[in-house]
């Protein structure tokens, strides 16, 4: 009922950007963060950046003056504009959103299924 759609995902030169999307959808009655997640092959998942729908947004420390999370509450939907990318920046890449669900009086956390960003050197 509640779902995260995720693309824009793909392969890219070191030095070079990338804009991920991700939509929201299904029967929600309001989200409360909307972030995005990343796993390296054989690593943890780390937080990327995440933000609120009060727009206190947190980055993580490696991807600071590099990537900027951005929000289209009408669309429900959150954007990640990758630039001056990384090799090490190669990982899965999850949405993440606490939503509250229509007719539901608490929050819930969802992922994307993830999208693959594959950064040449």
């Known amino acids: 009922q509640v779902q995260l759609v995720e693309s824009g995902g793909g392969l890219v030169q070191a030095g070079g950007s990338l804009r991920l999307s991700c939509v929201a959808s299904?029967?929600?009655?309001?989200?409360?963060?909307m972030g995005w997640y990343r796993q390296a092959p054989g690593k943890q998942r780390e937080l990327v950046v995440i933000t609120s729908s009060g727009g206190n947004t947190n980055y993580a420390d490696s991807v600071k003056g590099r990537f900027t999370i951005s929000r289209d509450n009408a669309k429900n939907t959150v954007y990640l504009q990758m630039n001056s990318l990384k090799a090490e920046d190669t990982a899965v890449y999850y949405c993440?959103?606490?939503?509250?669900?229509?007719?539901?009086?608490?929050?819930?956390?969802?992922w994307g299924q993830g999208t693959q960003v594959t950064v040449s050197s």
């Open positions: 299904g029967n929600i009655f309001s989200i409360k963060i």
């Open positions: 993440y959103a606490i939503i509250r669900p229509a007719r539901d009086g608490y929050g819930y956390a969802y």
